[in-house]
């Protein structure tokens, strides 16, 4: 659906200076509505400011957010990866059915990465290999690797994982910071090094504005490519085991829809659904405003439904908007 | 024979033959006439929602909202007959798909006068959608005590030993044909699904074309909501969840380019018509109802895998290689 693009980009005789195109940045208004959204919260809510429940709020958005940051990588390219939510749950019932096989955390931890990439490793042949369309080999994908799940488990549920299992989900590191949290910020840094910093990331906005250029560049656009699936697929498993550990137990319903909420959290984070441009402090930004977004009406006794409306919205609107402004801009 | 293999349609023909004749070898009394009637009534409704789907597709867009929109059109059909059990049941049919066309515009003018991406905004809308049915209904049931009789007897009525669910779905294939085939907005459909640029200077709006596209799969999908409700005497907000992928997917099958520009009526109900007989046949031929999803994956992986093959042989190599220049 990817449309050519055939106007010519505007380029500026001078470019701005770094302040200016900070002020004006995608980042710094989520940083306001941000805060706004902090601001609002704390009033309208006396338990909203408690550090433990900040701290239970962030596991809002935690796992979310890993797999966002591989699926801005993945977007940014060019590509999606709607498969990532059934990822999730086929690397829960794998694990799942190797605990009543009797393995201890760390084949666990193996065993779920492992299934994760073998995923990934799916996805990134059929759209590579043979040169198939992303959405709809994901749309394939996510019925079939859920299905999977369903398969194995029917209508029962795995449970039993072991103690030590359950800090993936359930630990502090230290006070109030859990290890999804600090799990969190070590790939927000570590994504946004590799994506920004590296030759790699270069390669992945090359691919994402035009991958023939890419490609006539020198740049291994489906090896790259391959590599972006596998790294989602790694991601929808990390954030199953921390998802499996928190709950306890695995269902094949586990994590159902959370692909719309990723690619929201990517797109709300100022990543271009077709590709070649977003950042990773963005998405950075928008986990933390959809996590407190969803909080916020936790403690407001908002049904999650009603919060999903809102989440439809602020999609549609935040993508709206700025198209809106320059159409206002440009009529001038 | 190497003509008619080639052929799309004729290539589905073969392989639901082939479907069929291998649940009748587990299974014989599947394909009794009787039975196969009631396959194809149960695949109505997805029929129907298939051949709105591919009308959006073909246009280079996607509508994932329209399970959504079912339900949603579905529930204020549900509680309009509650409430008002002496309401004309055509009046409410027309209601439902009023509300839909007007959930599909929603759709088709963010997409034509913002250029948001279409995936987004039905991704939005969906999840809107589902919400404000819970916001409309506080997240009751309508049950079948609360229907009026007339309500939900009308897709079941026979006539000429078919219910009319049947016939109302073969209606809709019939004006489908001529729309696509004799309208100008359904040659539109494919001109600018297969070359927008070279449709802007036959003179078509490729925007308005896209927003028809969906007014047309949101009026279907607000009949499909109706139909649905009456037919299952149930409406709560989760109806049709995920079914969705059950319409792109019979498109795909279908051979309904997700790239847009190609596709054929005949084509999505065949795909349609391919999922409806796994649906069915899973519980004759003893496997499990949960393998359900995993074997529709697998179909839409092999599906695109096939689709990409058959395009790819299609003359157009040239003309994707000059736009590719040009672009």
């Known amino acids: ?332 | 024979m190497k003509v008619l293999l080639k052929n799309r349609e004729m290539l589905l023909v073969v392989a639901i033959a082939l479907l069929v004749a291998l649940i009748a070898l587990r299974f014989p009394p599947f394909v009794t006439p009787r039975n196969l009637a009631n396959v194809y009534n149960d695949t109505s409704i997805l029929i129907i929602l298939a051949l709105g789907q591919m009308a959006v597709i073909l246009t280079r867009c996607i509508d994932l909202s329209m399970a959504a929109n079912l339900a949603l059109s579905g529930m204020v059909a549900a509680m309009l007959n509650a409430a008002m059990p002496g309401l004309p049941i055509p009046l409410i049919i027309l209601v439902a798909m009023a509300l839909g066309a007007v959930l599909g515009a929603i759709n088709g003018l963010l997409v034509w006068k913002l250029d948001i991406p279409p995936i987004v905004v039905t991704l939005g809308t969906l999840t809107i959608y589902r919400g404000l049915i819970f916001l409309l209904s506080g997240g009751a049931w309508i049950n079948a005590h609360q229907m009026s009789d007339a309500f939900k007897a009308l897709p079941r009525t026979a006539f000429l030993g078919f219910p009319l669910l049947s016939w109302l779905s073969l209606v809709i294939i019939a004006l489908m044909v001529v729309v696509m085939r004799l309208t100008p907005p359904g040659r539109a459909f494919f001109a600018v699904g297969g070359n927008p640029h070279a449709a802007v200077y036959t003179g078509i709006d490729v925007g308005r074309t896209r927003f028809l596209a969906y007014c047309l799969s949101g009026t279907l999908a607000g009949l499909s909501g109706y139909l649905w409700v009456s037919r299952y005497a149930v409406a709560y907000v989760d109806i049709a969840a995920g079914f969705e992928l059950d319409i792109i997917a019979a498109c795909v099958i279908g051979g309904v380019s997700i790239a847009g520009g190609i596709g054929s009526v005949g084509g999505a109900v065949l795909g349609a018509l391919f999922l409806g007989v796994i649906k069915n046949a899973l519980p004759v031929v003893n496997i499990s109802p949960f393998a359900q999803m995993a074997i529709s994956g697998t179909v839409i992986i092999i599906a695109v895998a096939v689709n990409a093959r058959a395009e790819k042989r299609k003359g157009r190599v040239i003309l994707r290689k000059a736009e590719a220049a040009h672009g």
């Open chain 1, 1 to 332: 659906m990817a449309e050519t693009q055939m106007v010519a980009r505007h380029i500026p005789d001078r470019l701005e200076g770094r302040g200016a195109r900070l002020v004006k940045s995608w980042e710094t208004l989520l940083v306001a509505v941000a805060l706004a959204i902090f601001l609002v919260n704390s009033f309208a809510s006396p338990y909203f400011l408690d550090p433990w429940n900040l701290s239970d709020a962030t596991f809002n958005f935690t796992e979310k957010a890993m797999i966002a940051f591989a699926m801005a990588l993945v977007i940014i390219s060019g590509e999606i990866d709607l498969s990532v939510a059934s990822v999730i749950a086929l690397t829960s019932t794998v694990m799942g059915y190797a605990v009543q096989l009797g393995f201890d955390t760390p084949a666990l931890v193996l065993i779920g990465l492992a299934t994760g990439l073998l995923c990934g490793a799916f996805n990134g042949l059929l759209v590579t290999g043979l040169g198939l369309p992303s959405i709809v080999v994901t749309i394939g994908t996510m019925s079939l690797f859920r299905g999977l799940s369903f398969v194995i488990l029917g209508d029962q549920a795995f449970t039993g994982y072991p103690a030590s299992f359950s800090w993936f989900g359930q630990g502090y590191v230290w006070w109030v910071f859990s290890f999804e949290f600090c799990l969190f910020l070590a790939l927000a840094i570590l994504y946004g090094v590799v994506l920004h910093k590296t030759n790699f990331g270069r390669a992945v906005y090359a691919i994402g504005n035009n991958q023939t250029a890419a490609l006539f560049s020198g740049v291994r656009v489906g090896r790259v490519k391959f590599v972006l699936f596998l790294l989602t697929g790694l991601m929808a498993a990390v954030a199953s085991i921390c998802l499996t550990a928190r709950l306890g137990s695995t269902r094949p319903s586990i994590a159902l829809g959370w692909e719309l909420e990723v690619v929201t959290m990517v797109v709300l984070g100022g990543v271009n659904i077709l590709g070649g441009s977003g950042t990773i402090p963005g998405v950075v930004l928008a986990a933390l405003i959809m996590g407190m977004v969803t909080f916020g009406f936790g403690l407001l006794n908002v049904p999650g439904i009603v919060m999903s409306i809102f989440i439809g919205l602020l999609l549609i609107s935040v993508i709206a908007l700025p198209i809106l402004y320059r159409r206002f801009r440009g009529s001038r």
